[in-house]
């Protein structure tokens, strides 16, 4: 297995990466129950030299559930009956996690409604004030 390139600099070494290996309850035909096919990526966050401490902060909180309480990122494929595919399944999946984990988020800008909207608003309530005033009694105009 090759380093891995995240973006912005950051290259997480094939040293750092641990594959375990384990029956796959995917496709495999005969080869199902006898083969192991299905591999489990584990990576440490708490100990990895190619993470400062802002990036470690990010994937820890983007990636949250995926994270065990050693501090380890566990990823597992199973959806091809080749291991050798499946180790590259959980490296492309890693990847794109760590990749969209270090994207900062948006700033939000707070926003106002405009004028028109509050008139409009109170126009409504006139509207409707208007309408339940007609459903009132009705006075007898003979007397």
């Known amino acids: ?12 070494r094939a ?11 995917g496709p495999g035909g005969q080869n199902v129950n006898k083969v192991n096919t299905r591999a489990r990526l ?21 990636l949250g559930p995926r994270i065990g309480r050693d501090g380890a990122v566990a990823l597992s494929s199973g959806r ?16 794109e996690l760590l990749r969209k984990a270090l994207i900062p988020p948006k700033k939000r800008v707070p926003t106002k409604p405009p004028p028109s909207a509050g008139k409009k608003r109170l126009e409504g ?10 459903r009132g009694r009705v006075e007898d105009l003979d007397e």
């Open 1 to 12: 297995m090759e380093d891995i390139l995240i973006g912005q600099g950051i290259v997480i």
């Open 80 to 95: 091809y009956r080749s291991l050798e595919a499946n180790r590259h399944d959980c490296a492309a999946r890693f990847r």
């Open 42 to 62: 584990w990576f440490d966050l708490g100990n990895s030299p190619s993470l400062d401490d802002a990036a470690r902060a990010r994937i820890s909180a983007a």
């Open 125 to 134: 309530k006139r509207r409707l004030k208007r309408r339940k005033a007609m």
């Open 15 to 25: 040293e750092e990466l641990r594959f375990t290996v384990s029956r796959s309850s």
